[in-house]
């Protein structure tokens, strides 16, 4: 551990800032995790890309269909992967409150700088924020490491931001990632103050984020490795610029990824989330591999599609990408 549990908000506060990116565990044809494949994407991604923190086996890292030694293992390889040159949070999410303990236990005795934990689906129950409060204070006890919270439709209901301000006055609760609507989590981020680092993972919203808000955290999804190149660096571009207050700028260089956008979105099949974005990451140079189930891949004529999108999106290629991509 770098700080001891009364002091996980105000490192979080001077550390968790900057881009961090969901990682896509990669897979081999047997569907055995790619452990050199993932290092070398980890590597690209923040050596590379300047990506300064990586949420490791979370919902785009599939780790529903994951084993929990194979979860472990994951936040193994990326506190090694990632040693001197970014963050990393783990996803400690699980309906087992046993298993997101033994998670988070194992997080914080590798190294990780912090854990997340999705809300739970709470079936049948009519209101929700007693037992939401009791469970993360549950798990807080539990470890020193700082957490993030998680709240996302998903769960088949939205934590409200009253009740996440309550939960930040416990001492190692430090972010949540707020899949909600904007006025939601606006309307956390003035009510939060210094006590709790408020996020969300559109990529959408990050640019307006940082010059209406002053966020310093963007967390996360896969955006920072699918839009960006070594020769093409655009997101760390405007996010810097932006950090830097020259908005104007920012804005223009923001704008200029529109097409990249679109081509990710327009090609993406409403059922195949992960394997679209894996193909778009083989596209790029990086690893990808298959789906695991009941997560399906892609048609050949999904591929082509994908692929014709691509190479007229605009983004820059360095030539070693482009090779392995070829």
């Known amino acids: 551990m770098k700080y001891r549990k009364n002091d996980a908000k ?56 994951m084993s929990v030694p194979e979860r472990k ?18 996803s400690c999410s699980d309906q087992n409150i046993d298993t997101v303990i033994e998670l988070a236990k ?16 709470l079936h049948f129950l009519t209101a929700q924020d007693q037992t939401l409060y009791e469970y993360y204070r549950y798990i807080g006890e539990q470890v020193d490491i700082g957490i993030a919270m998680w709240s996302h439709p ?10 996440c301000a309550k939960v930040a006055e416990l001492p190692n609760i430090v972010a949540i990632k707020y899949s909600v609507p904007r006025e939601m989590y606006v309307k956390l981020t003035h009510l ?20 209406e808000l002053g966020w ?32 104007a700028k920012a804005k223009v260089v923001r704008d200029s990824l529109n097409p990249v956008r679109e081509a990710l979105a327009k090609t ?12 778009w990451q083989e596209l790029l140079g990086q690893v990808g591999g298959p789906t695991r189930r009941p997560q399906i891949n892609l048609t050949e004529a999904e591929k082509v599609a994908t692929r014709a999108a691509f190479e007229s999106c605009g983004l820059k290629l360095d030539s070693a990408a482009h090779a392995s991509a070829a």
Request: glycine residues 6%.
């Open 10 to 65: 105000a490192y979080a506060r001077q550390h968790l800032t900057g881009i961090w990116a969901a990682a896509m565990t990669p897979f081999a044809a047997d569907l055995s995790i790619d452990e050199a494949g993932y290092r070398r994407n980890m590597h690209h991604w923040t050596r590379d890309l300047g990506i300064d923190g990586l949420f490791v086996s979370g919902k785009q890292g599939e780790f529903a269909s």
């Open 73 to 90: 293992r994951t936040f193994e390889v990326a506190v090694d992967a990632t040693k001197g040159h970014a963050q990393t949070i783990m």
């Open 106 to 121: 194992h997080a914080q005795a590798v190294g990780a700088d912090y854990i997340v934990v999705h809300a739970p689906v």
């Open 154 to 163: 998903d769960s088949g209901y939205l934590m409200s931001p009253e009740l």
């Open 192 to 211: 939060a103050g210094d006590k709790l680092i408020v996020s969300t993972s559109s990529e959408d919203e990050w640019f307006d984020n940082m010059v």
């Open 216 to 247: 310093k955290l963007y967390l996360c999804s896969s955006p920072p490795y699918l839009l960006q190149t070594k020769a093409d660096r655009r997101m760390r571009e405007y996010t810097d610029l932006a950090f830097k207050g020259e908005v």
């Open 268 to 279: 993406k099949p409403p059922e195949k989330p992960q394997a679209h974005q894996k193909y």
